[in-house]
T-cell receptor, first 112, second 115 residues
Framework: DAGITQSPRHKVTETGTPVTLRCHQT?????MYWYRQDPGHGLRLIHY???????DKGEVSDGYSVSRSKTEDFLLTLESATSSQTSVYFC???????????FGNGTRLTVT | AQKVTQAQTEISVVEKEDVTLDCVYE???????LFWYKQPPSGELVFLIR??????QNEISGRYSWNFQKSTSSFNFTITASQVVDSAVYFC????????????FGSGTRLQVQP
């Protein structure tokens, strides 16, 4: 257990509203990731971070932004939520570049 | 671009049967890592195994075994004598050795083990 906490665990929001999901880790891992899971697509990378204030885009980054002001926190923001962003969001960390990812328990987001 | 294909969307077996989950990958990297994860009905993602591209030895852990064949770009997962508790979605993933160093996942295989 890499001590990863995602909040909230569930959220329902309306189209057009901003939403921020939080990932908090207690293991001081350098690398952090946000994935979304959708049926038929597996997990797809949204954004990732190599360290404080060092972030970059993944394959499905449109409509999302991230921030990492502290090692332990990685925030994912949906600037203006759309129904296509209804999904389960997973945060993950890893100790090194080729070590396994350790995942949080996920956030189920519904955009109505 | 890297890609992982899990062609089996869903497999249903009866308890005690053996079952193999297929994983085929594409990469231009000469050094890479392959992973398997399990996602039980409770939803968490559980790491099962990591294999690097230089180690083609098969690995066995209890009822689980993994067959890595570089020549066919495959990393298949076999469960021997399946049990109901093996029911889950299983994901194969590939780790880039350059660039963003993220895992690329397959779409997953849902395994249903019937009692």
């Amino acid at each position: 257990d890499a001590g990863i906490t995602q909040s909230p665990r569930h959220k329902v929001t309306e189209t057009g509203t901003p939403v921020t999901l939080r990932c908090h880790q207690t293991e001081n891992h350098r690398y952090m990731y946000w994935y979304r899971q959708d049926p038929g697509h597996g997990l797809r990378l949204i954004h990732y971070s190599y360290g404080v204030k060092d972030t970059d885009k993944g394959e499905v980054s449109d409509g999302y932004s991230v921030s990492r002001s502290k090692t332990e926190d990685f925030l994912l923001t949906l600037e203006s939520a759309t129904s296509s962003q209804t999904s389960v969001y997973f945060c993950a960390t890893r100790t090194g570049v080729n070590s396994p990812l350790h995942f949080g328990n996920g956030t189920r987001l519904t955009v109505t | 671009a890297q890609k992982v294909t899990q062609a089996q969307t869903e497999i249903s077996v009866v308890e005690k049967e053996d079952v193999t989950l297929d994983c085929v990958y594409e990469t231009r990297d000469t050094t890479y890592y392959l992973f398997w994860y399990k996602q039980p009905p409770s939803g968490e993602l559980v790491f099962l195994i990591r294999r690097n591209s230089f180690d083609e030895q098969n690995e066995i852990s209890g009822r689980y075994s993994w067959n890595f064949q570089k020549s066919t770009s495959s990393f298949n997962f076999t469960i021997t004598a399946s049990q109901v508790v093996d029911s889950a979605v299983y994901f194969c993933a590939l780790s880039e050795n350059t660039g963003r160093r993220a895992l690329t996942f397959g779409s997953g295989t849902r395994l249903q083990v019937q009692p």
